[in-house]
């Protein structure tokens, strides 16, 4: 028997990969050494690798939820595994989906084929595999409502693991993945979708949409939300970003009555925990920030929680612009902002 024949293909690798096109804030970045990985089984050989030569290392999924350097040291592996397989669950749909699928395609094939409930999710950059790992959420619903369970390697125990709803602990832009940075490499997401699908229009964008349509189908949603995207959100193709900058905060209740006091246009909504969560666009917004630049950089002109690359922009640049706009949020309402993307 010919071991050596059964073992998996190496993942295909470059050498100083130029990383422009494969973050969506089209920062200038390098990665000293990109690997390909295709399939799940790739994994543990190339961080034995890893590991041995103790060099640093990350993985790059879309690109879209980064801020990249100007060198990426070490290893970079760019998940590629695709594939989506379909079972029968009873009252659900089962699907299991491969990490390097695009997310909004994935949202688009479930609606050709009739499995609805994502809908909302429409438009959201990024593949699936980042999909559990912040919980990515909007118009009222967030994926982790969706998910049986996540599959990935864990290079702490150097395993493939399979971690059920409960363990991934999700919450508002929070997992237990994202709790333990530098420790799953999640391969396969297993998505359960409802037979008996509701339509879910209770956010406030969405339901001034639907006014007269009280009962949309699937489709109409989605296509809503990817109006609505389309015109809040700038084209990542068009005007590099990376979605929210900063997390929306949440806060004691009696701060914000407080707040609530002083500034009664404040828009903030209850969070599960009891306590309140503000609109940090509001915030950025009522400092003035809508549609500023700042060299390189600068914040949307329609959403005031998105910073934008206006062409050389490099980390650094936005960096500093965040730094300015947490100050100033602070200083006027003594609310902390949080960043939502990955400092790499
Ligand atoms: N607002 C302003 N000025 C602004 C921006 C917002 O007054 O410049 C107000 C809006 O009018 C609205 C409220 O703030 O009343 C909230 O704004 P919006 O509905 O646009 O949502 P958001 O809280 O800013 C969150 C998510 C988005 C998601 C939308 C829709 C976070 C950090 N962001 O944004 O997610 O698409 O809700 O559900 O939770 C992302 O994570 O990258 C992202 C885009």
Redesign the pocket.
């Known amino acids: 028997m010919n071991f050596a024949s059964s073992a998996p293909p190496s993942p295909k690798s470059h050498p100083n990969l130029g990383l422009k096109d494969r973050n969506t804030f089209g920062f200038d970045a390098t990665a000293q050494w990109a690997f390909e990985i295709d399939t799940a089984e790739q994994i543990p050989g190339i961080m034995q690798q890893i590991a041995e030569q103790k060099l640093p290392w990350r993985v790059l999924g879309g690109g879209s ?1 980064v801020i990249l350097p100007k060198v990426l040291p070490g290893a970079t592996l760019l998940m590629n595994i695709s594939g989506i397989k379909v079972d029968d669950a009873g009252e659900f749909t089962r699907i299991t989906v491969g990490g390097g699928v695009n997310w909004h395609e994935f949202v688009a094939w479930t609606l050709e084929n009739n499995f609805p409930g994502l809908e ?1 999710l429409a438009l ?1 950059p990024g593949t699936v595999g980042a999909a559990p790992i ?1 919980n ?5 619903l967030e994926v982790g409502e969706f998910i049986e369970s996540v599959q990935a390697y864990d290079t702490k125990d150097q395993a493939f693991v399979t971690l059920n709803k409960d363990a991934c602990c999700f919450a ?2 929070d997992s237990y993945f994202k709790q333990n940075p530098q420790r799953f490499i999640v391969t396969k997401v297993v998505f359960k979708t409802p037979k008996h699908w509701q339509a879910r229009i209770h ?3 969405l339901a001034k949409q639907f006014e007269s349509n009280p009962k949309p189908s699937a489709e109409e949603i989605f296509l809503a939300v990817c109006k ?2 389309t015109h ?2 700038p084209d990542p193709k068009v005007i590099g970003n ?7 905060p949440i806060i004691p209740n009696e701060q914000y009555e407080t707040l609530l006091h002083k500034y009664p246009g404040l ?1 903030s909504y209850p969070d599960r925990s009891g306590k309140r969560k503000l ?4 915030l ?3 400092c003035g920030f ?1 549609g500023q630049r700042m060299g390189h950089v600068g914040v ?1 002109e ?5 910073l934008v690359n206006h062409g050389e922009g490099t980390a650094q640049d936005i960096l500093g612009l965040a730094k300015c706009i947490q100050e100033a949020v602070r200083k006027e309402f003594g609310v902390s902002l949080e960043i ?1 993307p990955n400092i790499l």
Request: avoid cysteine; hydrophobic fraction near 40%; glycine fraction near 10%.
């Open positions: 939820n909302n959201i912040q990515i959420g909007a118009y009222g508002y832009r956010y406030a964008d609505i995207r809040k959100l990376a979605g929210s900058f900063f997390q929306n828009i609109a940090a666009g509001w950025i917004d009522q809508k949307y329609n959403q005031a929680l998105v939502e």
